[in-house]
Every structure is written in structure tokens, then in C-alpha cells.
């Protein structure tokens, strides 16, 4: 496991949660739910990445969890982003479209004549 | 999520075992596959398909669930934590506000265990630096001292020079050793930019260095080759006089300065650690320490010798005991006609700590330590009964807690937690008092007690003292929760209503600890009351002279010029005249040194004419003494002392105590018998007169066995014992030590203004001095006493208001069926009198059984003398009967018809 790329993935899965989460208060399946709909099935990210990332953030406090029933009257853990959470959320997403804006930019630049 | 604090309980506390978060994690996990399966199979894909695709979806289950684990325990325990906390904070904050709406449970609360503490940990303070603490050496721990007690001649002498080279080479305990004297000396100023001053010199062998692991922050220590000069070339500087005297000019090693007129080179700067035993010093000078010169009986020396590893002070002495006969041999010169033998004479050794403190501040410290720990638990008694008494008043906050189903645990953290702010608060008081009596202590402390410079209180003592209150209060919580407990059922909360009357039980408890109080605080008085005593008949000894009206000074001549008996002679009658002369001088004089300022050490004196004993010498004080002295100190002497013509003449005599004459010619008349002091050149006196009780050591010690020699010896006689540091008495009693000093020092300047006079002070208080450490163990234990005093008067005070406050009810139909108040009055001081009365027999013999600790600090008094148990018994009795007036007037002033309606 490289580790760069695993914190990488792991920061893009944390907004991805955040992201779903600030709709509303859901459980893990919803939130599981969201981002395989969200992108149309065009990346894959296990399921149990996203509770690692859930459970994550719970203790650093972005996001709270208590047990409800789901509509099929299941028991369930549901999960709601704290005030942090929100703060986190804005921040991260400030950061992720800096990094595509700039990802874009090399992507799409024509290389310029150097001086050698 | 918080809701119902009340359902939950079970539930919260499941989740803080293992098996609940780990099944809140598979509940949350299968859950979701579930979800997923069914998801899958809605979309028309096969059971065993759907939940081969879930599985694959999802990854590695059971490494997923436990990194979760992981997670959520650490979670768990950082939320208990946080719990536990804020819980802690609200009943503190409750507790607080609580005790300040009560500040007259609260008040003497704090301030009798902050009392208790405070002596508490201001004695443990000193016991630690003056006794428990290591002496600031390395090595420190095999360091002894060496003394040469003589049973036969009940007195201790020190080691001499020949024994340091014998020692050091026949004795296998001894790794090192060495020799050395404090003393003083004048640092002669350039008569420019320095003046002249006394300083503290150490007079040592050059292994001191080595034995106390004294290493020269500059040049070189001390070396053998030093010892070898009569008298000394070489100096080692302390670095305080370096600094402070010479700038910390790093050239003046090699350089010379002039002490007493001697030219010493200075070769070393020691480091600013650097002292005896007993303490710092400013120059380190060589003694003369020759092995190849001839063996002296003197034994003046203190020794220090590092012990080899393994052995301690005790295997040290017996490895040592056997080389002490053999020294009759191989030292002739010093021990002839088995002396050795026949004066007991051996070698203690002793660890160096035993001997810096001394025994006597030992045992004082340990005793006072008893003492304030007696105190301490009569503190705890008040606090214990006051938290009873008010838990008594909140039985029914308790009683309504307990029947919402408040748990035990609860409950107990309700008391505990009282407990411990009220010690708490009572430490931060105490520490603040004892920084404060510490300070007090150290400027009364007698110069004395050693170590006292090392005192130093700070974090430790904090730390000390937070630690113990929190003890003491978890203790104190535990203990009031489980003395209230038995109360907590239903009959309580019936009788909680106020029933007329109290149980046995609430009383029996409460009148325990008082009783426990009144019978501590005895045995406090009656140890104050015997050292009072003692301190009483101690002062009422007469010491041999009449020191009022008499003001003493040191005068220190420079030894270099001062070198021949001629000069130091016609200087002392020239001073002595001079000093007759001031107005309202009546007397004048000069002695080597002062009595009861310590043991002026023994000296063997000799008589060819020897009484029918046939006993020929006896090793005693020896004093040289200018004439005039006897009668500046009002010391009458039977035949006469010399005068200055005899002196003139060579015909002084010597002056003999009626004690050394019953030893020497027992029931025979002493005056013109010839007697010789310490060498055979000294030459021989004839005993002109004899005086009766003189005491040295302190009053307390035994009478002075001793010969007063005339200052000045006899012509061409030994040099060694020229006085030329002397004390002046001036008898002039309208003249304060203040006044006087001026007008001495200019008739000294005028006779050399390089002579420093130094030390002014009056001689009551040189015989004070001699009672200080015993003056210090009395105010110590008095003010331990009082206190213990107080706070059994608080007790008896808290206990009886609060029986009448129970009994107001029953008092009311007393009066209402024609009690009157002088009946209701002996009714409560009664009850308050026997609790007392209780105290004291118990005390009493509590007093009789512990007061022998005291022993030797006691004089003249029996550690069972009926006149100081007498006085504090009833002392006790009028404090307790003091303490219930004010409920006593409040009783009897009950309105009956007030008193009946109820609450």
C-alpha cells in the first residue's frame, strides 16, 4: 500500500461522505447509495472504505451518529454532519477544486519552446 | 443523544464493554449488506448472486469491522473520559456554591485542618532538610565522623594528628580520612579599596578535598606538602570570597593576600558547592599535619573518613576498636602510663549526618513531627464532625436523592466530593501558612540547628501538600458517607422530620472524636508543659557569674605582628585600661573565651603535689584569663587571682574550680599546690585561689572541671599557647552593647587600628544563646499545643451546639413543665463536661505513657510531674466548659412554646 495514494483516495472519500451527508441525515447505505448514483457507476469505491471513512470522521467530530429506524423499519446507524463537519466540508471542497482546476490546467497546456 | 439519564443506565453502561460497540458495528455492517442484497435482487439478479456482488462490493469484511473496532473503543473511552469529567466539574460547581452558602460549617472547617496541615507539613519540611536529606556530598552516604569518647573521664574529645596517619594505614574501613578545625581569621584590607574583616576559615589536612569530593574550580586543591609547613604558605578561596571580595578575578591564583599579617599564596578557587560538614566557609588553610613529628596527647581535631564500600559506621568502630590499645605502644610519647587504659579512651565513628545534625535536633524534629501529626488528627476529628454534623443537616436532601433511586456510588461521590474541596481549599491555606511559619522558623531558629540554609519550600511541598489533602479528604468523604449510611433507611426519614431527641448513635459518634480531641490535645500540653518547666528551672540556675550589665566583644590580634609574648601583653593591659577608662565602665577584662559558648575542649593539666588520692592529672577546660576577670563577671574567688604586677613579676598563679579540686585533692585545701598545664614548657603555676560553680557546656551540663590561667604565659614558654583572639567583658551597666561598641572600637583604633572588634553583644544573651535549642523545641511544641487547644475548643464547641440544637425541643418541655435555667445551663455544660472529662483521664494517661520521648530535653522535671498534668487537665476542663456558654445561653433562653410548635 503506497501511502500518498491512500491518503489521497481517503481525503476525496472523506468529501464525497461530507458532501452526501449535507443533504440530510442518513445511514451508511444511503451515503453508499449516493455516490455510486452520484457518479453514475464511473469510479468504484468499496463499501467498507466508506465506513472506515465514516466511523473516521465521527471521532474527529465532523459528523455525529445515533440509531434510528430505516424506511423499511430496520434498525439502523444514521449519520449527520456536526458544525465541524460543515466548516470541514467547505474547506475541502475549496481544496479539491483548486487540485482540478490545476490538474486541468497541466492537463490541457501546449508546451512552450524552452530556452535550451 | 442524551435522553433519559434514568433508563439507560444498564445500557450505557454495556457499551463500554467490548461485546455492545462490537455488535453496534455487525448490526451496522450487516445491515447494509442486507440493504444492498435486496437492492440487487430488486433488480432481478439471483439470491446467491446478489450477495456474492454485495460481499465483493463492499471488500475485505473482516478487516474493515476491525479497524471499526478499533476506532470506535478509542472513541468510547475518550467520551467516558469527557463524561466523567464534566460530571466531576458540575458537583464540584454544586458542591462550592453549597459550602459557600454555609460559611459556619465551612469557615472552621478550612481553618482548623488548614491548621493542621500547615504544622504538619512545616515540621516534615524541616525533618526532611535537616535529617532525612543527604548531606550535600558525593558519596555522602559513607561519610563518618570520628570522636574519641572517654567514659572514665565523661567527656569526648577529637582526633588527633597521629591517629590520622595510623588510621588511614592500619584500619581496613578507612578508605580516606581527614582532619580539620573551624576557626576565624582577620583579612587584612590594603587599607585602600579593601577593609579588613573576619572571615571562616577551615583548618584542614589536605585529604579534605578528596574525602568530601571538593574538586578546585581553579589552580589546585590543598596538597600533603602544604600540611608540612608550621605555619601556612597556601590558601584555597571559596568562591562566594572570590567573587565577592576579589571581583572573580581569575589572576589572583598564584597571587598572595595577608591574613593575620601571614602572606599566603593563593593556589586554588574552590567551587561554590564546597563546605564541611557543618557548613560553608571562606578560606581553606593548611593545618600542620607533619606524620614524622612526635605523637601529641591532643585531641582537638574533627576527622572525617570516607568508609570503604560495604562497611557502615557501626562494622567501621569495631574494625577500628582493635587498633586503639596497641596506639599506648606504638605512640608512647602521646599515651604514657596506660592511659589509654585507664581513661576508656576509643574511637566512635559515627555517619557524618548523625554527627552535623547532632542527636538532640534529631530527636526534637521527631518529636515535634509527633506532635503536629497529633494535631493533624485532632484537625481531621473537627472536619470528620463537622461533615457529620452537616450531613446531618442535608439527611434529607440525602434521604429524597436516595428514594428517586440516587445509587449508592452517587451518594458517596455527594460526600466525598465536599470532602475533598474542603481539604483541598484547607491545603492551599496551609501551604500559604506553613511557607509562612517556615520563614518565622528559620529567623528564630538558634544558630544551632543545622542545615537550616538548605531549607527550601517549594514545588515539592506543593505537591506535598495537594496530595495530602486530597487523601485526606477522599478519606474523610469515605468515612462520613459510611457513618451516615446506616441512617439512610425508613425510620431515618421519618425521624429525619426532627425527633425530639437523638440517637445513641448520632451522639456516640460525634463525642468519640471529641473525646478523642480533648485526650490528643493533653498529651500536647502536658510535653509543651514539661519543657516549660525545664526551660523555668534552667533559667533560675545561677551559671557561676552575674551576666547582667555585661557587654562582650571579640578582638582578634594579627598573628604576624603579634608574635612575641611581649607585645600581645602590653596590648592586652594597654586595651584593658583603655576600656576602664570609658565613662561608666566599671570593669574590664579578657578571657579566651566566653562561658557556655561550647565546650572549650580538655586538656590534660598535671600536679607534682598530689592529694592522698595519689591522682595526679585530669584532662579539663582550660581557660586563659587577663586579670580583672573575676570580678568584671562577679565571680567570687576564694584566696586570689593575679594581678597584673604579678604578671610583671612572673609570679602569676593559677585559679582552680572547686569541682576540679575535689578530683584532685579531694577534701584538702587546694590553694598552694603547683599544677602545669598540656606541655612541659608551659611551666608550673601555684593555685592562688579556687571558685565554686561554674558550668560550661550550658547550664544543664555538669559543673566545669577546669584551671584559669593567666593570659599571658610565662616568659620564653610555648607560643603555641599565646591568646591572641580574645573576648573583652566590659562591665558597665548603663551602657547597651550598642553604645558601648563605638567607644571600645575607638580606644582599640587608637591602640592599632589594624586590630578588627567584632561581636558585640550582651552576655544574658550569650547565656540565652546557650538555651536556644531548647527555647526553640518550647515554642515549637507550644505552638503545636495551642493549636491542638483551639481546635478541641472548636470541637467541644460544634458538638454541644449541635446536641442543643437536637434538644431544643426537649428543653422546651423541660421549661414549660418548670425547668429552670440554671437547671437547663448545668444540663448542657454538664454533657459538655463529661465528654471532657472523658478527654482528660484518657489524655492523662495517654501523657503518662508518651511524655518519657522527651527525656533529655527535659531538666530537672519528671516526664510524669503531677503539677503539669495537674494544670492542663484543668485547663481543659475550663475550655470545655467555656466552649458550651454560647449554647448554654442559647438553651436557656429556648422560648417553651417556640420551642414546642415544632421545627
Not at chain 2, 469484511?61 to 467520551?79: E, H, K, N, P, Y
Request: glycine fraction near 8%.
Amino acid at each position: 500500500m503506497a501511502q500518498p495514494e491512500l491518503d489521497l483516495l481517503q481525503g476525496t472519500l472523506d468529501v464525497l461522505v461530507l458532501r452526501a451527508l449535507s443533504w440530510g441525515t442518513m445511514h451508511g447505505y444511503a451515503v453508499a447509495r449516493f455516490i455510486r448514483e452520484g457518479s453514475d457507476g464511473s469510479f468504484r469505491i468499496l463499501d467498507g472504505a466508506l465506513y472506515t471513512s465514516l466511523h473516521r470522521m465521527e471521532e474527529r467530530g465532523w459528523i455525529s451518529s445515533s440509531w434510528g429506524l430505516s424506511d423499511r423499519g430496520k434498525r439502523a446507524k444514521f449519520y449527520q454532519l456536526t458544525a465541524a463537519g460543515r466548516k470541514a466540508l467547505r474547506a475541502e471542497s475549496a481544496s479539491w477544486e483548486q487540485y482540478v482546476a490545476a490538474v486541468a490546467k497541466v492537463m490541457n497546456a501546449a508546451p512552450t519552446p524552452s530556452a535550451t | 443523544m442524551d435522553p433519559d439519564p434514568r433508563t439507560p443506565s444498564w445500557r450505557r453502561y454495556l457499551r463500554f464493554l467490548r461485546p455492545d460497540t462490537d455488535a453496534d458495528i455487525d448490526d451496522e455492517l450487516s445491515f447494509h449488506l442486507a440493504e444492498r442484497i435486496e437492492a440487487l435482487r430488486a433488480e432481478g439478479i439471483g439470491d446467491h448472486e446478489a450477495r456474492t456482488r454485495a460481499l465483493a462490493e463492499f471488500g475485505d469484511v473482516r478487516a474493515v469491522r476491525q479497524s471499526l473496532q478499533v476506532i470506535d473503543r478509542r472513541m468510547d473511552q475518550r467520551r467516558a473520559r469527557g463524561e466523567w469529567l464534566a460530571n466531576a466539574i458540575t458537583r464540584m460547581r454544586h458542591a462550592l456554591r453549597v459550602l459557600l452558602r454555609q460559611p459556619g460549617f465551612t469557615f472552621p472547617a478550612v481553618v482548623t485542618l488548614a491548621l493542621g496541615l500547615a504544622s504538619t507539613v512545616a515540621i516534615y519540611t524541616l525533618l526532611d532538610t535537616i535529617v532525612l536529606r543527604a548531606l550535600p556530598f558525593p558519596r555522602a552516604d559513607r561519610l563518618v565522623a570520628l570522636s574519641s569518647p572517654m567514659p572514665k573521664l565523661d567527656d569526648t574529645w577529637g582526633i588527633a594528628r597521629h591517629q590520622l596517619f595510623y588510621y588511614k594505614e592500619n584500619a581496613r574501613s578507612i578508605e580516606d580520612m581527614a582532619l580539620y578545625r573551624r576557626n576565624e581569621a582577620t583579612l587584612i584590607g590594603d587599607g585602600a579599596s579593601q577593609y579588613s574583616e573576619r572571615v571562616r576559615t577551615a583548618v584542614v589536612s589536605a585529604g579534605i578535598f578528596d574525602v568530601l569530593g571538593i574538586v578546585p574550580e581553579m589552580g589546585r586543591a590543598l596538597s600533603p606538602a602544604d600540611n608540612l609547613e608550621r605555619t601556612p604558605a597556601s590558601v584555597v578561596l571559596s568562591h562566594a570570597l572570590w567573587s565577592r571580595r576579589f571581583g572573580g578575578d581569575r589572576t589572583i591564583v598564584g597571587r598572595t593576600i595577608d591574613v593575620e599579617g601571614l602572606s599566603l599564596s593563593v593556589v586554588g578557587i574552590a567551587p561554590p558547592t564546597a563546605q564541611l560538614p557543618e557548613g560553608p566557609v571562606d578560606l581553606w588553610l593548611p593545618d600542620y599535619v607533619d606524620p614524622a613529628a612526635a605523637a601529641q596527647n591532643n585531641h582537638v581535631r574533627a576527622a572525617v573518613a570516607l568508609l570503604r564500600p560495604g562497611y557502615t559506621a557501626e562494622s567501621a568502630e569495631r574494625d577500628i576498636a582493635p587498633l586503639v590499645p596497641r596506639m599506648e605502644e606504638v605512640f608512647p610519647s602521646a599515651y604514657p602510663n596506660h592511659w589509654i587504659t585507664n581513661s576508656g579512651f576509643r574511637t566512635a565513628v559515627v555517619p557524618l549526618r548523625d554527627d552535623v545534625v547532632g542527636r538532640t535536633v534529631m530527636r526534637t524534629l521527631w518529636i515535634l513531627l509527633a506532635g503536629v501529626l497529633l494535631v493533624l488528627v485532632v484537625a481531621l476529628a473537627n472536619v470528620a464532625n463537622l461533615l457529620l454534623v452537616r450531613a446531618d443537616g442535608r439527611r434529607r436532601e440525602v434521604l429524597v436523592r436516595s428514594a428517586l433511586g440516587a445509587r449508592r456510588g452517587d451518594l458517596l461521590a455527594l460526600h466525598v466530593t465536599d470532602a475533598v474541596l474542603v481539604t483541598v481549599v484547607a491545603g492551599l491555606v496551609a501551604f500559604v501558612l506553613a511557607r509562612l511559619a517556615l520563614g518565622a522558623l528559620v529567623w528564630l531558629a538558634p544558630q544551632g540547628i543545622p542545615r537550616l540554609a538548605e531549607l527550601h519550600v517549594g514545588v515539592g511541598t506543593a505537591m506535598l501538600m495537594l496530595s495530602l489533602s486530597m487523601v485526606l479528604g477522599l478519606v474523610l468523604g469515605v468515612l462520613t458517607a459510611r457513618a451516615t449510611r446506616g441512617e439512610q433507611d425508613h425510620a431515618a426519614l421519618r425521624d429525619a422530620s426532627r425527633g425530639l431527641t437523638l440517637t445513641r448513635r448520632q451522639v456516640g459518634v460525634r463525642g468519640a472524636l471529641v473525646v478523642a480531641q480533648v485526650a490528643l490535645a493533653v498529651v500536647l500540653l502536658a510535653g509543651a508543659g514539661l519543657m516549660l518547666r525545664s526551660f523555668q528551672k534552667l533559667r533560675a540556675v545561677n551559671p557561676g557569674f552575674v551576666a547582667d550589665g555585661v557587654t562582650t566583644m571579640e578582638v582578634a590580634l594579627p598573628s604576624a605582628r603579634y608574635d612575641n609574648v611581649q607585645r600581645v601583653s602590653d596590648f592586652h593591659e594597654q586595651l584593658v585600661a583603655a576600656v576602664r577608662g570609658i565613662p561608666g565602665v566599671q570593669d574590664a577584662s579578657l578571657v579566651e573565651q566566653l562561658p557556655l559558648t561550647g565546650r572549650t575542649g580538655c586538656t590534660g593539666v598535671v600536679t607534682n603535689q598530689p592529694g592522698a588520692t595519689g591522682r595526679n592529672e585530669q584532662c579539663v577546660t582550660t581557660l586563659q584569663v587577663a586579670p580583672g576577670y573575676f570580678e568584671a563577671m562577679r565571680i567570687p574567688v576564694r584566696g586570689a587571682a593575679s594581678t597584673w604586677d604579678d604578671l610583671h613579676r612572673a609570679s602569676a598563679g593559677a585559679v582552680v574550680t572547686s569541682a576540679l579540686a575535689e578530683v584532685l585533692w579531694p577534701g584538702e585545701n587546694p590553694l598552694g599546690r603547683t599544677i602545669r598545664c598540656c606541655s612541659v614548657d608551659s611551666g608550673w603555676f601555684r593555685v592562688t585561689g579556687v571558685v565554686d560553680k561554674l558550668y560550661d557546656a550550658g547550664v544543664d551540663a555538669p559543673q566545669m572541671q577546669a584551671v584559669f590561667f593567666p593570659l599571658v604565659p610565662v616568659p620564653g614558654g610555648d607560643l603555641q599557647w599565646l591568646a591572641r583572639n580574645v573576648s573583652l567583658v566590659v562591665r558597665a551597666p548603663g551602657l547597651a552593647p550598642a553604645d558601648l561598641f563605638p567607644l571600645v572600637q575607638r580606644e582599640v583604633g587608637r591602640l592599632d587600628p589594624q586590630v578588627p572588634v567584632t561581636d558585640a553583644r550582651a552576655l544574658s544573651d550569650v547565656v540565652a544563646a546557650s538555651m536556644a535549642n531548647r527555647t526553640f523545641t518550647l515554642y515549637l511544641l507550644a505552638a503545636a499545643a495551642a493549636i491542638a487547644v483551639l481546635l478541641s475548643a472548636v470541637g467541644l464547641y460544634a458538638v454541644i451546639s449541635y446536641v442543643v440544637g437536637h434538644r431544643l425541643g426537649e428543653i422546651g418541655i423541660r421549661m414549660a413543665l418548670g425547668a429552670r435555667t440554671t437547671q437547663v445551663a448545668r444540663l448542657v455544660v454538664g454533657q459538655s463536661l463529661v465528654l471532657a472529662l472523658v478527654g482528660v483521664a484518657l489524655g492523662v494517661g495517654g501523657a503518662l505513657a508518651t511524655t518519657r520521648v522527651l527525656g533529655a530535653l527535659l531538666y530537672q522535671v519528671q516526664p510524669r510531674d503531677p503539677l503539669v498534668l495537674a494544670a492542663v487537665s484543668a485547663m481543659l476542663v475550663t475550655i470545655a466548659v467555656v466552649a458550651s456558654l454560647a449554647p448554654t445561653w442559647r438553651a436557656a433562653h429556648v422560648d417553651p412554646a417556640l420551642a414546642l410548635r415544632g421545627e
